[in-house]
């Protein structure tokens, strides 16, 4: 089993041949903006998972998956050349879901600050229920409780 960091580094090297040239190893007009967003190596080294995403609709996106699946093995004959390691992993393309999780995130935030602005506005006009100073004072005439010096 390989170290972590050897792991990281073949990693980052995969990551970084895919995306300078993978316009000249996928060499099809339908392939999309493709962005290598992260690849991951298991501790063996025999196998990588290479994230991506599309910039483009669902039907770019869609386009572009089944190019990259058709050219996986052009992509690890090249990875495995550039590499010059005994064993080249497989490679494993999944689309990055990052930017969708990304944009919900930011509506659910966006919703959550509209609730607080419509919170902070019903709060400035409220009221309090009861009178403006709920708590008892000594001048409504009331007896203090007994003091330690008065027994």
Do not use: C, W
């Amino acid at each position: 089993m390989a170290d972590p960091a050897r792991a990281r580094k073949i990693a980052d090297r995969i990551q970084e041949l895919i995306a300078a040239n993978l316009q000249q190893v996928v060499k099809d007009p339908d392939l999309g903006f493709v962005t290598i967003t992260d690849v991951r190596v298991t501790g063996d080294l025999q196998h990588a998972s290479v994230f991506y995403t599309v910039f483009g609709d669902d039907a770019q996106r869609e386009r572009s998956a089944e190019v990259l699946e058709a050219n996986r093995g052009k992509l690890r004959s090249f990875v495995g050349k550039q590499l010059g390691i005994r064993l080249t992993p497989t490679l494993e393309l999944l689309p990055d879901a990052v930017p969708e999780n990304a944009s919900h995130i930011d509506d659910l935030l966006r919703s959550a600050k509209e609730r607080d602005e419509d919170l902070a506005r019903a709060r400035s006009t409220a009221t309090p229920a009861g009178e403006a100073d709920p708590y008892r004072t000594k001048d409504e005439g009331e007896d203090s409780p007994p003091s330690s010096t008065d027994a």
